[in-house]
């Protein structure tokens, strides 16, 4: 179990803003999806929270340290299926009985599978030269929330801002175009100012759903050697893979009939986000005595080519004069398909792990983790020059560096494992260092 608090506030900022502008428009809390990972691998590794690299011997702690893959001393095959649940539920500090945030995520994943090839160095047990490929699940996305509640003001509100000073025909054709074609707004008689049926201060009452899918998938091969014990390296190359395809349902109503012209208003918004990347990770682990083990490991930047298609529809149910119309039929538009190529480099990670055997009794291990959101960037074609430079600005001035920690422990009774990790993860939204913990326990 693993509870990520930067999830949550990324959901609470879809409930408070009303859905991002356009779907095809990157934001700083993208950069955190791309480059986060989960705590997943094998059982060993996610029951100790993934701290156990510089350790070895596990097909999971490859990921964190290659060099850990030189303690094998024999060929393996590994499989590992996983079971994921995570259920919340949040309310506005300021009236708890207004507005309710609701999250729910389960799922059953394939977290890894592959093998390890084995071999020593002119027949030396103390020198081993071993390869492994396979497949590993870095992040789950599948997640189902929900909010509701009546609070002041109405994304037509929202949109009217965003359509001031525009003509018509300028207007964003996935937003609030769409509102514009569906009367949700309406041009002033003079000028170009924009109104909606809404004040900012007026009780509407708001219900979104947004559902969520995909991951992180990576194939990765490495190479590990072994010298007399003591030192070992190796070196990882890994394609990941990554899958995003979220669905946003929103809607604002009248149920209790305070307004004399709107009746409804839903905004659906689809994206899928696809791509491909590549990094290599480098390190090291030396033993200084038998017992202790240290690791250290630099991977280089994921630098993803990725592909968002999107859409929007939108429909308002309104009485334009509830005197001569008294009900008409809800106009409903639906945006064109959109689509949006660009590139993305994800920060430097550094990684310090220590470990230490406990005879046959079991070991304790424990990482540090370095790496700096604000170094991280995207890529856009020539005539998106202004949007990309927007957006690598607000990533430096949003995002900050982080240090994530985890620690863990086997115990071995006979042929039984037990295993209890724990974790610290930073925010890299917030200014004051807050850290999310996580627990883990395996057997």
């Not at 009236?95 to 090839?117: C, K, Q």
Request: net charge negative.
């Amino acid at each position: 179990m693993y509870a990520n608090m930067n999830r949550l506030l990324f959901c609470l900022g879809w409930a408070l803003i009303f859905l991002a502008p356009n779907a095809s428009a990157q934001l700083p809390t993208d950069m955190i999806r791309f480059t986060q990972q989960d705590v997943v691998g094998t059982a060993r590794t996610l029951g100790v929270s993934g701290s156990n690299g510089a350790l070895g011997g596990d097909f999971g702690a490859i990921h964190s340290n290659p060099a850990s893959l030189a303690i094998y001393r024999k060929s393996e095959f590994m499989f590992s299926p996983g079971l994921h649940f995570y259920r919340s539920r949040s309310n506005v500090l300021e009236d708890p009985a207004s507005f309710e945030l609701r999250e729910s995520n389960s799922n059953i994943t394939v977290d890894n599978i592959g093998f390890v090839i084995a071999s020593n160095i002119q027949n030396d047990p103390n020198k081993t030269f071993n390869i492994a490929v396979g497949y590993n699940r870095l992040a789950r996305f599948n997640n189902t929330y929900e909010y509701s509640g009546l609070t002041p003001g109405s994304i037509g509100n929202r949109f009217t801002e965003l359509a001031e000073g525009f003509t018509p025909i300028e207007l964003d054709e996935f937003y609030e175009g769409l509102a514009y074609e569906t009367f949700a707004i309406g041009l002033e008689p003079q000028g170009l100012n924009y109104f909606s049926d809404f004040e900012e201060q007026d009780l509407v009452l708001k219900n979104g759903q947004v559902l969520a899918e995909g991951g992180v998938n990576e194939f990765n091969l490495a190479f590990a050697s072994n010298f007399n014990n003591k030192l070992s390296v190796g070196i990882k190359f890994g394609v990941p893979f990554f899958s995003y395809e979220e669905e946003s349902l929103y809607t604002e109503f009248d149920e209790e009939d305070n307004s004399i012209y709107f009746n409804r208003l839903e905004f659906d918004q689809y994206l899928n986000t696809t791509g491909v990347g590549f990094h290599t990770n480098v390190g090291i682990v030396y033993s200084p005595s038998f017992p202790f083990r240290l690791g250290f490991t630099m991977q280089t930047p994921t630098w993803y080519s990725m592909n968002d298609d999107f859409d929007s529809r939108m429909l308002y149910d309104y009485v334009d004069d509830p005197d001569v119309f008294p009900e008409a039929p809800p106009v409903e538009e639906i945006s064109p398909d959109g689509r949006f190529s660009y590139n993305v480099t994800t920060p430097w990670v550094l990684r310090g792990q220590a470990g230490y055997l406990l005879g046959k009794s079991g070991f304790v291990s424990a990482q540090l983790e370095y790496l700096n959101y604000s170094n991280s960037s995207f890529r856009y074609e020539n005539q998106f020059a202004a949007a990309e430079r927007n957006v690598n600005r607000d990533i430096r001035d949003q995002l900050q560096s982080v240090i994530n920690f985890s620690m863990g422990g086997e115990l071995a009774l006979d042929k039984f494992r037990a295993r209890v990790g724990t974790s610290l993860r930073q925010n890299p939204t917030s200014t004051t260092s807050s850290y999310s913990p996580g627990i883990t326990l395996g057997a």
